[in-house]
């Protein structure tokens, strides 16, 4: 996709921009990623899937893990250097330490936990408990004032004869302020 490293792969190969610096191909000679690939290794390809091998593969690696300047080991002898003891006890000693440490972490997680799930059901049993009070008192309060307007009716029934008693006391009244008026 790249032509910049299209082309250094053509350089690399030896391919034919290797002649002339940066000249440009044409169209038709135009190195392309899966040509430059097949110089160094196999290239299979089946459907949108490519596979690449390289050829001596063992060979870059050892390559690849020699430091600069230090020619790569002769005859396939281990470049590995041998480990030191002491090192690997250092590395256990630590390993021991971070498995401690990591123990600790974990019980500290696992007290929070359970702090933190107490005080959620903590929580949920007081919402509980608020809600079955709150439900127990808007009940009372139903009923006592389904009582209010029972004793209210009550009330406005025994009130009935008022009006008719209040017309005989204003009749009443109306007579006597006329017998009084008689006497005097």
């Known amino acids: 996709r790249d032509e910049r490293s299209l082309e250094a792969l053509s350089l690399a190969a030896g391919g034919p921009a290797a002649a002339g610096g940066r000249q440009q191909l044409p169209e038709g000679r135009r190195a392309t990623l899966a040509s430059a690939l097949e110089l160094e290794g196999t290239v299979l390809r089946e459907g949108r899937l490519t596979q690449f091998v390289a050829n001596n593969l063992e060979r870059r690696i050892r390559l690849s893990g020699a430091p600069r300047g230090e020619p790569p080991a002769a005859g396939g002898a281990s470049s590995i250097p041998a480990i030191d003891p002491g090192a ?4 256990v000693a630590l390993a021991g330490q971070v498995a ?9 997680v696992h007290c929070g936990l359970q702090a933190l799930t107490a005080l959620s059901v903590g929580c949920i049993q007081t919402y509980r408990d608020g809600v079955e009070s709150l439900g127990e008192a808007a009940d009372l309060s139903i009923r006592a004032m389904y009582a209010l307007v029972a004793r209210c009716e009550e009330l406005d029934r025994a009130m009935q004869p008022v ?17 009084e008026g008689l006497c005097k």
Do not use: C, H, Y
């Not at 401690?100 to 019980?107: G, M, P």
């Open 163 to 179: 009006p008719a008693l209040a017309k005989r006391i204003r009749d009443m009244k109306g007579t006597l302020e006329r017998l």
């Open 100 to 108: 401690a440490q990591v123990d600790e972490l974990l019980r500290n």
């Open 88 to 91: 690997l006890q250092d590395v």
